[in-house]
Each structure stands twice: as structure tokens, then as C-alpha cells.
């Protein structure tokens, strides 16, 4: 294989393994509490490995999420689209780009977004 197909082999397999790296180690679990010590063990463990530089560590950082169920039925007596529900959801809490405005070289989005203030998730709930 030439250089060439060499180096689009290597970043093929960084693009499918997510990974820039010869050797990576993946743990998989859904509690990062536990997952981050047990990658610092391996960490020291390949420390020790003759040969093995520069070992990272990279820690997932847990991001609280919301699950929002629209009820259709509901959604369906008040004469509401439950897309049109789930786009105005996604625009008050995400925002929504209106537009690019130029300063010089550099560009900046123009965002809206619905500002709620003490919105308590509790009282969204039902």
C-alpha cells in the first residue's frame, strides 16, 4: 500500500473508531462516576508499559437531560400539531439562529430564545 492509502486507511479508521490514536483502550458503561476511577487504573497500569507515551485520559463530562412526551391526545383536542409543540419546545430552550451578522472578518449568529425566568421543571411536567 502506498503512503497514500496508508495515511486515508489511518484517518478511515480514526473517523469509524472516533479515536486519533495507534492504541486506544474504550470503556463502555452508563455510570461515569465508576468509569472515570477505572480509566485512571488502567491509565497507571499502561504508564508502567515500556514503550507506551503519551497516555491520555479522556473523561466524559455527564450532561443532564430532559425527556419531554407530548400527549398527542391533548395536543390533538386543542387543535395543536404535536410537531409545531416540539419545534416551539426546541426554539424556547435551545434558541434558534435568525441570522449571521458580519463585524470585520468575523461572523457572529443571531440567536432568539425564550428566557423563562424560575421556570421549575416541575411545573412543566404534566
Do not use: W, Y
Request: net charge neutral; hydrophobic share 40%.
Amino acid at each position: 500500500m502506498n503512503d497514500i492509502g496508508k495515511f486515508i486507511a489511518h484517518r478511515f479508521d480514526e473517523v469509524q473508531s472516533g479515536v486519533r490514536a495507534q492504541v486506544a483502550i474504550k470503556i463502555f458503561g452508563d455510570k461515569l462516576p465508576t468509569l472515570f476511577p477505572f480509566g485512571q487504573k488502567i491509565r497507571t497500569i499502561l504508564q508502567d508499559v515500556l514503550g507506551a507515551v503519551d497516555i491520555n485520559l479522556e473523561q466524559k463530562i455527564s450532561v443532564p437531560q430532559v425527556n419531554i412526551r407530548i400527549d398527542r391526545n391533548r395536543a390533538a383536542r386543542c387543535g395543536i400539531n404535536v410537531g409545531t409543540i416540539a419545534e416551539d419546545i426546541q426554539t424556547s430552550l435551545n434558541g434558534e439562529t435568525l441570522s449571521t451578522v458580519l463585524e470585520g472578518r468575523r461572523n457572529f449568529e443571531l440567536l432568539t430564545c425564550a428566557l423563562v425566568r424560575g421556570l421549575q421543571l416541575n411545573s412543566i411536567l404534566d
